[in-house]
């Protein structure tokens, strides 16, 4: 599907703006933009990568093009894998100066925002929290069986 003139009505929109997939002919598909964002995903979830990664695609494309001279006109095709590379480290620089990753380990699927959830206990774990096979769970059960019989976590 060609580009709506709206880079806010879709996900694809966005995607080929900032990769100026704008004219008639699409360089991808909508179906190919939506695998690559869902590939993304779970790792950055932002268009501006899936345009980086889309525009890797399209140099990857280009790159087995070969320019072509004949009576004094020269089409240069195979620049533009360069320049789609070159947009793509452009696209990737501008993800990490908008996000003030520059220089920062990237996790994916880990929010640095996100809080525990408060109606889980937290685990209580240490150094030898199972050498003492007496002292009862790390959930505070005051009952544990040891060697068959029942006694409290603090009779030894």
């Known amino acids: 599907m060609a580009y709506s003139g709206d880079p806010t009505s879709s996900r694809q929109d966005e995607v080929r ?16 933009i939506d695998y690559v964002d869902t590939l993304l995903r779970a790792s950055f979830d932002d268009a501006l990568m899936t345009a980086a990664f889309c525009a890797d695609i399209v140099a990857g494309r280009y790159a087995s093009e070969v320019s072509i001279s004949a009576d004094g006109v020269s089409i240069a095709t195979n620049e533009l894998a360069d320049r789609y590379r070159a947009l793509a480290a452009s696209l990737r620089t501008t993800y990490r100066s908008l996000r003030g990753l520059a220089g920062v380990p990237l996790v994916g699927g880990i929010d640095a925002f996100s809080r525990a959830d408060p109606s889980v206990r937290p685990l209580m774990f240490g150094v030898g929290m199972t050498d ?15 060697n068959g019989a029942e006694f409290e976590s603090g009779d030894y």
């Open 17 to 32: 703006f900032l990769l100026q997939d704008i004219g008639d002919q699409p360089l991808l598909t909508d179906d190919e």
């Open 132 to 146: 003492n096979d007496r002292a009862g769970t790390q959930f505070g059960n005051p009952y544990r069986t040891y």
